[in-house]
Every structure is written in C-alpha cells, then in structure tokens.
C-alpha cells in the first residue's frame, strides 16, 4: 500500500490546457517535494513545499500544501509539450533524506 | 559540476546470481540514499547512507543490502537475485542527510533478471 496516492494516473491534454494533479495521504508530512522524470533520467526536483496551507509558484507551475499536511496538488497552466513527463509527489515524515513516493501522473501534452 | 553517475546503465542477470550497482555522488555530498522504481510500486525507499553509516531503511529484505565509502562513493548489492528484482535502481545524493536539502538523482541502473 502506497503512503501517497496521486491522481489522476495518466493525462493527456492538448497544448494550452490547463490542468491539476493531485497527491493524497492519511499521513502527516514535515516536508513534501514535487518532481518531474522524463524517460531514461532520474527525477528532478521542481519544488518543496514545507508549512501548511503553503503556496509556491514556478513561472506556469503553482504548488500547493495542505492546511493539514497530508495532502498537495500541482496545477499547470496553458501545458506546453516540455511539460510531458512522470510527475511524482514524495513526503517526508521526518527530518532525515527518507521520503514516501507517490504513485506518479504520467502527463502527456500533444502540440 | 558532474552530476550523480551510476554505472552501469544497464544490466541483465539471471535468477539465484548477484549484482553490485554503484553510486558516485556529486562533489561534496556526503549523503547517499537509494530506491528502487518499478511500473507496478513506483519509487520506493531501499536505504540511506551518510559517513559510511547506514542511516535509514527500507522494507525489503536482508538480500539487498548496501555501504559508502570514505569518499562518499556508495554500492548496492542484491544477492539471490528474483525475477521480481528487475526494476530501476535510482541513487540520490545531496549535502546532508536532511529534507531540507535538495536531492540529485542519478539516471538509474536498469536492473534486468531473467
């Protein structure tokens, strides 16, 4: 059983769109990290997010933090094709490096 | 700077043999953690390495197991290899072992046994 579940598992959207993932827990996390993977590559760090209700922006990227901790989303505007790629949510319950994967969203955005 | 390197990039091995994967982590890092990712579990926690001691574990079992060097270069072993071992084998290294500091992932060891 995963700590942390991710929704949807697969998107395919159009240039332009907009859309949302989702990352769910029952669990507290101190810390939660979002990151993207492209084939053959290991993931990338897009963004950690560390207090409650915490909102970060990366230029067409807004990451959220539950009030809770236990929950995160990541919203895209207007996809681009760079944007393709296995996203993947990861909490942290601790202060050491261990951190719980999420299940992943594979976002494929068609030019 | 070189980012983290693990070699080799791919590996295929038959039941019951053994294999060793290494981790050379960037510059600097002296904490080295791994993971297993696979289609069906996704990236899962093996363990974590920081000045030659093993600082976290995962839950999987005594088979695999792992050490760093003074360099901070670290080595994964997996005995008695089972098909269900075929997956990517990630290392991640960064400066500290904390969460507040940022981890550099590897391109992975694609691990497959036959």
């Known amino acids: 059983t995963q700590l942390l579940e991710q929704s949807p598992q697969f998107l395919s959207i159009q240039e332009g769109e907009n859309l949302t993932v989702y990352c769910n827990s029952s669990?507290?996390?101190?810390?939660l990290q979002w990151y993207r993977q492209e084939p053959g590559e290991g993931p990338v760090l897009l963004v950690t997010?560390?207090?409650?209700?915490e909102v970060k922006k990366l230029k067409r990227l807004t990451f959220q933090f539950g009030d809770a901790r236990k929950d995160s989303s990541l919203h895209i505007t207007a996809a681009q094709p760079g944007d393709t790629g296995l996203y993947l949510c990861?909490?942290?319950?601790?202060?050491?490096?261990?951190?719980?994967f999420g299940t992943g969203t594979s976002l494929t955005v068609i030019p | 700077k070189a980012g983290v390197t693990q070699t080799p990039r791919y590996l295929i091995k038959t039941r019951g043999q053994q294999v060793t994967l290494s981790c050379s982590p960037i510059?600097?890092?002296?904490?080295v953690s791994w993971y297993q990712q696979t289609p069906g579990q996704g990236l899962q926690f093996l363990f974590e390495?920081?000045?030659?001691?093993?600082?976290n574990k995962g839950n999987f079992p005594g088979r695999f197991s792992g050490r760093q060097f003074s360099n901070s270069r670290s080595e994964m072993n997996v005995s008695t290899l089972e098909l269900g071992d075929s997956a990517l084998y990630l290392c991640?290294?960064?400066?500290?072992?904390?969460?507040?500091?940022?981890?550099?992932f590897g391109a992975g060891t694609r691990l497959s046994v036959l």
């Open positions: 991640a290294s960064s400066l500290q072992p904390s969460a507040k500091n940022i981890q550099y």
């Open positions: 669990s507290v996390f101190s810390s």
């Open positions: 997010v560390v207090t409650g209700g």
């Open positions: 990861a909490g942290a319950r601790g202060t050491g490096n261990q951190f719980y």
């Open positions: 510059s600097g890092h002296r904490s």
């Open positions: 390495y920081f000045s030659e001691t093993q600082r």
